[in-house]
Every structure is written in C-alpha cells, then in structure tokens.
C-alpha cells in the first residue's frame, strides 16, 4: 500500500475494518460478491455468478478491497490500480469501482456507506477529479445511498451495457465531484 492511501481502518466505517482481499480470501469474497448480486438481480446465469466470484481475476485488472467485520468478509468493492480504469465509463481524471457487494445479511449496517467513502478517499488520495460507477435500475437502496452521499446521476453517459453474452442492463451512471 503507498502512502497516498488510506489507512485500512477508518473510523468512519463504524468499526469494519477495509483492506486489500488477501489470497487466501478470494473465495470467500467472490462468494460474498456473487450471494449479493443473486440476492438482488434476478435471472443472473451461473457464467455470470462465476465471473462475479472470480476475485482472482479482478486483482489481475485492479484491486479488490474488503470490509470486514471483525474476522468476517462483509461486502467487497473493486477500483482499478492508479491510473488505470476499469470501464469506458471513467474518463481522463476520474476513478471508477465497480461491484460493490454487500453480503445481504450485513446490508443495513452501514457496509455499503464504508466502501463507497473508502473509493472516494482512495480517489482524493490518487489526486482524481471525480468517482465515476454504474448501478442496476433495480438498486434502488444503492442509489439512495450514492445521491445522500452527494452523487449525482450522469444520464449523458447512460447506455445498455452488456453483462454477459446476449444480456443487457440499461445501468444508471453516477459520479461525485471531488
């Protein structure tokens, strides 16, 4: 970890505890990611469900941060390395995450607030402009929490973005102004 990030504790977090997955998590926390997108979407494919849980895989494109509740993985987010992006969503300047999951019998502890203040100082931290990320149109817990965090919607650049082959999502598109 560089010194321009965080600190894993933060006490905004309400006690979690946030830090890079280790190895030996991975697959606990791709589990976590795909129970929480299964327990919100309906009709996700096992390729897709696999492809969330591939915490392996995502390290090898970016980092993938943790928030843990004592010993216990409660909800993951994934943000790229500095100066890379993870989607055509993130322009020059601007840092983009993506699934962010919170382990649905956590949900309403404050987990999702954690890791979403977590990205945006990761942000601050990487001298970026703006957070940048896209949400399912079904989210619309997670789009409560982004607005009250002072997100705004980025309709201009919202479009069908396909998740798997043959599926698409019309995805709502957000950002906070740092």
Known sequence: MTASL???HDPRSGGLTIRL???????????ITAEAYRHSYEGLTE???????DVEGRVA???????????????TVWVPRPGERLSPL???GELDF??????PAARGRGVGEALTRHVIALARGRGARRVVMN??????????LYLKLGFRRLTEREQPVE???GRFLDLRAFGYDL
């Open 6 to 8: 965080p600190a894993p």
């Open 21 to 31: 997955v280790e190895p030996h998590e991975h697959a606990e926390a791709g589990r």
């Open 47 to 53: 390729g897709y469900l696999a492809s969330l849980a």
């Open 61 to 75: 494109q970016g980092e993938v941060w943790v928030a843990l509740d004592g010993d216990e993985i409660v909800g």
């Open 90 to 92: 993130a322009r020059e």
């Open 98 to 103: 993506r699934q962010l999951a919170v382990a």
């Open 135 to 144: 949400s399912g149109p079904e989210m619309l817990g997670a789009h409560a």
């Open 163 to 165: 998740v798997e082959p």
